[in-house]
């Protein structure tokens, strides 16, 4: 329940990084399209190290992290990236979602609210928590599921970490489930061929993946395991919901998400 709860309303989020809303204001500040994603997502830490950015983002490849950061922050400010990024939010929504958004974004700011009272190991999530709720409605599901986001994400680092796989690891386990074309999370997170097929290689030793490029059973319980984890780590955010309070939000949110996909917000989903 816990990972459909999240995942109801995370297209609402996710469109963001690839509204065209956001890059026209990105490019206009000079900063291309790996720039403005690395500036807005990590401008809630302040003018954040390359570093900083390739420990909160985890599988990027750090080269690519330092070809934009910090050099983004010599175009804009973090100030300006956040304002930006919220005002293309609106500018996108505001074309897709209904305007009754009352319900469902008390429901979703209260597990976010609950998810705020527990800081403790999570930097990005932290950061983001740090910022003032908006006023408009539709900016406030925004960012509530914004602040649900990270806050999964920073578990699910965790995750990754207590069993030792690297941000290269977990990407290529991710192509290894057949869910999204490895080629597409190489290109994406700036990872050369090499190193891919190097790290595909070590995996194959270690019996997490087949001569295919698929997860063994091995590999399999591996990542149903972390996923498993992470469902665990992002729960109390929820458990402030009553179980009626849960469905009802599932029920909300659902249709929400399907807008945005349906208005071809998020690339390679209908």
């Known amino acids: 329940m816990i990972r459909t709860l999240w995942r109801s309303l995370e297209a609402v989020h996710a469109m963001i990084y690839f509204a065209p809303e956001a890059d026209r204001r990105y490019t206009a500040a000079g900063l291309d399209r790996a720039g403005g994603y690395f500036a807005s997502r990590a401008a809630a830490l302040g003018e954040a190290t390359a570093e900083v950015v390739v420990s909160t983002f985890y599988n990027f490849n750090p080269v690519l992290v330092r070809a934009r950061i910090p ?16 005002e293309a939010a609106d500018e996108t929504l505001k074309n897709v979602l209904p305007d009754d958004l009352k319900e469902i974004t008390e429901l979703a700011k209260k597990a976010a609210l609950r998810a705020s009272e527990m800081l403790h190991g999570r930097t990005l999530f932290a950061a983001h928590a740090s910022l003032p709720w908006p006023d408009e409605t539709r900016l406030q599901l925004w960012h509530a599921q914004t602040l649900l986001r990270e806050f999964r994400g920073d578990g699910h680092l965790a ?11 977990a990407l290529v386990l991710h192509a290894a489930t057949g869910d999204l074309p490895a080629e ?22 270690r019996g997490l993946v087949n001569d295919e490029h698929l997860l063994t ?7 149903q395991s972390i996923e498993d984890e992470t469902d665990h780590m992002n729960a ?35």
């Open 159 to 169: 995750a990754l970490l207590r069993h030792n796989i690297t941000g290269i690891e």
């Open 71 to 86: 050099q983004a922050w010599e175009k804009v400010t973090p100030q300006q990236m956040l304002a930006m990024r919220l």
């Open 236 to 270: 109390p955010a929820y458990d402030v919901l009553s179980e009626q309070e849960k469905l009802r939000y599932v029920e909300l949110a659902a249709p929400l998400s399907q807008a945005v996909v349906e208005a071809g917000l998020i690339p390679g989903r209908r």
């Open 184 to 205: 597409a999370l190489r290109l994406t997170r700036g990872w050369p061929e090499e190193k891919w097929a190097e790290t595909t290689e070590d995996l194959k030793k």
């Open 217 to 223: 059973e091995q590999g399999r319980e591996l990542r």
